[in-house]
């Protein structure tokens, strides 16, 4: 059998009160990455700072980071990093914050480094400066356990799913308080994409024994908690099961890698910026039909969990939560049909390139995804 590596946190921080770990931290100097104004609204962004300092850290603070982020605010970060010399980059916040702040690192260590060799794998070591801390605000995109970081390319519209072994943080804290602000619409859309993370691993052609069982546990977990967080964003217990869910599918899918329904979310994303997980939420279930012809991991996991039909009970949580049957139904990003079969052709191509493509259990091509990006949006069976 070919040599496999298995990458996670040293150290993974998890239940209530996990945000003073900070305290333990050791530097001099602490840079914390966040979005927009969430943290700081909510009282987390002060609390981390104050926890950090009572630790002796001076602290900076870059905020700001976009949803997508960009290439430029990546090199922008990189270079305030630079003026302020931090020990640690903390980042605070969903998928954004932290991936942006992965790639912040890489400018902040490698400052005039081309972003298409990163594009291209081809990744300059980090830790030579500064170590890395996440903190997620969000039960979904796990990135503070991952080895993944997804940039927008704004001129091209294009999203690169970036992957190097150092940007597995140093430390994932994981602090079921955070993501309880969220508002339901959030909770669904990270919720699904954490169980797109965890199917999508499972099935993964790079999915062995030890990262199966974390994606089982995430898809057991997500089915049993997303609803009650949904409804009732005050229910801890159901808060801290899904962030567990999160950080286990993230423990997978960084290992395992992932399939075809985040290489077309990321497609379809970075141009009409539906959002990641309502995406995968959408897609999901029309590739599981897809992709049941190579494989029989569907199956097993079916009898698993105790069902009859994997497709099925995505396409139930789904509507249970709020996310639309189809892409052309969507009340939360509104697509216009002819601006979808504009670029249907162009974003097929870049899906089939989209570096998840090379581990979902189906062989496909790019017309094959040109096929199923229709199905999903006008809501038709896959039947090829």
């Not at 104050?50 to 970060?77: A, N, R, W, Y």
């Not at 691993?201 to 908690?225: G, M």
């Amino acid at each position: 059998m070919t040599m496999k590596a298995y990458s996670v946190p040293r150290v993974i921080v998890h239940g209530e009160n996990s945000l003073d770990y900070l305290k333990e931290l050791d530097g001099k100097k602490a840079t914390i990455v966040t979005g927009g104004s969430s943290m700081k609204r909510f009282g987390f962004l002060d609390k981390a700072k104050e926890i950090l300092e009572e630790g002796g850290m001076e602290v900076q603070i870059i905020d700001g980071v976009e949803p997508d982020p960009s290439i430029q605010t990546c090199k922008d970060g990189g270079a305030k990093m630079l003026e302020f010399n931090p020990d640690w980059i903390i980042a605070l916040g969903g998928g954004s914050a932290m991936d942006a702040a992965k790639v912040m690192w890489v400018y902040y260590e490698h400052p005039d480094y081309d972003f298409a060799k990163l594009a291209n794998f081809e990744n300059p070591p980090l830790r030579n400066k500064a170590k890395m801390a996440c903190i997620a605000s969000t039960s979904g995109t796990a990135s503070e356990i991952t080895a993944f970081s997804v940039i927008t390319d704004t001129e091209n519209k294009i999203k690169y799913p970036l992957v190097h072994a150092d940007f597995v943080p140093d430390v994932a804290i994981v602090d079921p308080e955070i993501p309880a602000k969220m508002p339901p619409l959030i909770t669904a859309q990270t919720g699904m994409d954490v169980m797109t993370h965890a199917v999508e691993a499972y099935v993964s052609t790079s999915a062995d024994d030890y990262t199966s069982p974390h994606a089982l546990k995430a898809i057991e977990l997500v089915f049993e908690n997303l609803k009650k967080a949904y409804d009732n964003g005050e229910d801890l217990e159901a808060r801290e099961k899904m962030h567990d869910a999160s950080t286990l599918a993230g423990m997978a899918f960084s290992n395992a890698s992932l399939g075809i329904v985040h290489s077309m979310a990321h497609k379809i994303g970075g141009i009409f910026h539906l959002t990641h997980g309502e995406a995968n939420a959408i897609m999901l279930p029309y590739i599981i039909d897809y992709n049941r012809k190579s494989t029989d991991k569907y199956d097993e996991l079916e009898k698993l969990l105790g069902i009859d039909d994997i497709a099925e009970e995505i396409r139930k949580l789904n509507a249970s939560v709020g996310i639309s049957a189809n892409i052309k139904d969507g009340k939360n990003t509104v697509i216009e049909e002819k601006d979808f079969e504009e670029v249907l052709d162009e974003m097929s191509k870049n899906a089939f390139a989209d570096a998840c493509t090379l581990t979902n259990p189906r062989e496909t091509s790019a017309e094959d995804i040109k096929k199923i990006y229709k199905a999903a949006y006008y809501g038709e069976k896959i039947d090829f």
